[in-house]
């Protein structure tokens, strides 16, 4: 079992920052991908961003190219998520995902954060 822990959520006026941390426990941490997903009331599940086990290959989507960026420290067992210009569209609730490099699907999901962007 993989346990994540999203942390780092708030609210933020559009066009500010916020850097979104899940600390992961259970198992050698470096072993599986990782990625973000998000969820807006009403909406399906968005992918978000996504990252090898070893940081060196990352996947975003266009929607959020050039604001969010993907990073982990394999040391300290955690995932970030760096978002700038932020936008009321980014309002959601923000997690954590994890799966082993050979698995299709995430298995392990994190209890999620909110971030609240206000126009």
């Known amino acids: 079992q993989v346990q994540l822990v999203e942390s780092g959520g708030g609210l933020v006026q559009a066009g500010g920052s916020l850097r979104l941390s899940c600390a992961a426990s259970?198992?050698?941490?470096?072993?599986?991908?990782m990625a973000w997903f998000r969820q807006a009331p009403g909406k399906e599940r968005e992918f978000v961003a996504a990252?090898?086990?070893?940081?060196?290959?990352?996947y975003r989507p266009d929607s959020v190219k050039g604001r969010f960026t993907i990073s982990r420290d394999n040391a300290k067992n955690t995932l970030y998520l760096q978002m700038v210009s932020l936008k009321p569209d980014d309002t959601a609730v923000y997690y954590c995902?994890?799966?082993?490099?050979?698995?299709?699907?995430?298995?392990?999901w994190g209890q999620g954060t909110q971030v609240t962007v206000s126009s």
């Open positions: 995902a994890a799966k082993l490099p050979e698995t299709r699907e995430y298995t392990y």
């Open positions: 259970g198992r050698t941490f470096s072993n599986y991908n």
């Open positions: 990252s090898s086990w070893n940081g060196l290959r990352t």
